[in-house]
């Protein structure tokens, strides 16, 4: 049977906001990679403009991906207030509903008040609402209105984080905004995922996958430190802290001497942003590159153990092996990025790989715990039918199950409400 046409369009919906959000993120790595970052000196206001009236020819130089990247943050917001609100509707009825939706409104209206006191305010609140919103989920995972609420929190957070970058002058900021744009791309993919027929309808589990969840989660993880690592660095404007590779000046390991730090600044080539570097950038650029290897190792980890446990064409195997060739990918990048001198384009690519490795590698984590997830949600679900008072059909078995074997070995056991596997 397919999805409701609500629920076909709402996945649809959902798909377009993460592919909305990808293009945030390429634009927010050009604007850095760019040195564009301060092309617009004020916020909420460009050049004392409202952000939706500034004025086209004057969209020029770092001016022009500044403000494109500002105006791209606003449509994704509202793309997010707008699947939250969905969800919400979709899933709530009588007050529930009303109250959620009014206090979504509430919240998205404040952003117009256009002073910082509000914006600070709603930072603040976002970090509890998005813990709260994750708590209840984890209580009642067959829904996704919470899913919606923790976005909605974390697209306000971030637009004021990526705000106060500017007018607080503050690079650690940046840190934080880049991070909470890759960890915000992976929530609204794992919220299009739990939204899809797929997912609802023919789950595949089996030991040999659930056997796969430590080497992917421990590979993610390990992703998302090289990440961390990465936008540190590049905050710090020390992507080319050490201008060759594979070398370090000609080193396995660079001096760090003050002696062989001032000889280095003297030798820079870096003219986006340039400042003088120290000895701790000349590190974490190394600690980057060393991260890249135990990256490229975990995956390669994770891909030789699908290979042994999963047949031939199984989805999470040839998953498995995209991932690795992205980690590929996003090596290379890294090292043409230096080979480059950090052509602006090149490092952009590499920014925007990253955030591909992120995401695959947290659907992946989803997946390998999907046995459990399915459990929770099949007990939630006729929980929830018997508090609403509704019982078996006549001709139909609630949790019946039709047990298929698939190819690989694995079996789906197909539910009235959806499926699991065993």
Known sequence: ????PIRRWLTRYAWMTVGATFVLIWLGGLVTSKGAGMAVPDWP?????????FPISQWMGGIFYEHTHRLWAALVGLLTAGL?????ARETRGRDRWLGLGAMALAVGLLGVRAMPVYVGLAGLALPVMAWGLWRFAKQPAGLRWLGVVALAAVILQGVLGGLRVTWLKDELGVFHGLLAQSFLVLLTVTAVL????WRRGLVQSDEVRALRLPFVVATVLIFGQLTLG?????????????DFPLAYGRL???LDEEAVRRYNQQRIEVVAAHPITATDVVLHMAHRLGACVVVGAVVWVWTRSRRRLAAGHPVRRLAAVWLGLIGVQFTLGAVTVWTNKAADIATAHVAVGALALLI???MCLVTWNGRWVRRVMGAGAAADRAGGAGPQKGI???SIDRTATPSGCVIAMHDRGAAAV
């Open 1 to 4: 049977m397919e999805l409701p």
């Open 253 to 255: 390991w660079p001096r």
């Open 84 to 88: 939250a609100g969905w969800l919400w």
């Open 361 to 363: 590698g947290g659907v």
């Open 195 to 198: 939204s899809t027929a797929w």
């Open 45 to 53: 206001n460009t050049y004392g403009y409202n952000l939706f009236l």
């Open 231 to 243: 936008a540190t660095m590049r905050h710090r404007h020390a992507g080319l802290a050490v201008p």
């Open 397 to 399: 078995s609630v949790g």
